[in-house]
């Protein structure tokens, strides 16, 4: 359960980080509100799972799925480069977020 916790803990992040774009962009309660809802969210599904797992393991894995995925959002929803070497550092990312997970 602590790595379903941890997965969906990454992906609030994701949606906290296109939520800073979105203020950013609009300025809003509603945008406001969804950006710390959703911060909120991720730190309480981290915090749990870091009572099961170690603590570097698991900040490695949010933090990996929150940029990765940040960083794909931003390719998807903003018009962002899409170049292969970002592909190959994006993929570097995950990859070490497994490589992590097959260590621990």
Do not use: Q
């Not at 950013?24 to 509603?30: I, Q, S, Y």
């Amino acid at each position: 359960m602590a790595w379903v916790s941890l997965v969906f803990a990454g992906l609030c992040e994701m949606f906290g980080v296109a939520m800073i774009n979105k203020l950013h962009r609009e300025r809003n309660w509603k945008s406001l509100s969804l950006l710390v809802l959703s911060f909120g969210a991720s730190f309480l599904f981290l915090a749990y799972a870091m009572e099961t797992l170690p603590m570097g393991t698991a900040y490695a894995i949010w933090t990996g799925i929150g940029a990765s995925g940040g960083a794909i959002l931003g390719m998807l929803l903003y018009g962002e480069s899409k170049d292969w070497k970002r592909l190959v550092f994006i993929a570097m990312v995950l990859g070490a977020a497994v490589g992590l997970k097959l260590v621990s």
